[in-house]
Each structure stands twice: as C-alpha cells, then as structure tokens.
Nanobody
Framework: QVHLMESGGGLVQPGGSLKLSCAASGITFKIHTMDWNRQAPGKQRELVAR???????TYEDSVKGRFTISRDNDRNRVYLQMNSLNPEDTAVYYC?????????WGRGTQVTVSS
C-alpha cells in the first residue's frame, strides 16, 4: 500500500523560508519520479516541482530560483526547500507519485505566507 505523508508546513512571513518533507512507503522509492504540487484556494492544483529517479529536476516558472526539490533515497523522502516566499505561494502542498498507472497523493500540508 502506497503511503505519502507531508510535513513542514506552517505560517511564514513574506520573504521567509520553509522546508517541506514527504515520507514515502509502499514503493521502491529510488526508481520513481516524485512531484510536489500545490492547490491554492479557488484554484486548480498545479505542479510545482519534479525530481526524477536520476535527480533531474523541473520547476514551475513562478518558483524557479526560489524553490529546490531534492530527495534522499536512503530515507525514502523527498523535500521542497522554499525560499523568498510570497503570499501567492499560500496553498496546500502535496507530494505525489505515479505507479502502475495510478497516481498516489498525500494528505497535504498547509503553507500560509502572510504578515
């Protein structure tokens, strides 16, 4: 059974930083591409960052240069370091993985950027 659990969200002031973590189980973690997505109130869920099994990363344009996705295959974790946060980054952040034609999601972690 695939299980993803996000942590690390919270309230931060504009310009601040947070590091999100996603713990994965039930998969052979090191072979899978892992994604971070987010969903802001009233908006569709969007892909924020992706890291392949080989470590290749891609980012949504608005977070390039501010967010960094990384992974630790020994700990079955994927991370999202978020710097220079602004109110537009406020959203629930989810990690997800696709396996066997299905996509699995965690329950998400809330990030709120506000003064």
């Amino acid at each position: 059974q695939v299980h993803l659990m996000e942590s690390g969200g919270g309230l931060v002031q504009p310009g601040g930083s947070l590091k999100l973590s996603c713990a994965a189980s039930g998969i052979t973690f090191k072979i899978h591409t892992m994604d971070w997505n987010r969903q802001a109130p009233g908006k569709q869920r969007e892909l924020v960052a992706r890291i392949s099994s080989t470590g290749t990363t891609t980012y949504e344009d608005s977070v390039k240069g501010r967010f960094t996705i990384s992974r630790d295959n020994d700990r079955n974790r994927v991370y999202l370091q978020m710097n220079s946060l602004n109110p537009e980054d406020t959203a629930v952040y989810y990690c997800c993985v696709s396996r066997g034609g299905s996509t699995y999601w965690g329950r998400g972690t809330q990030v709120t950027v506000s003064s």
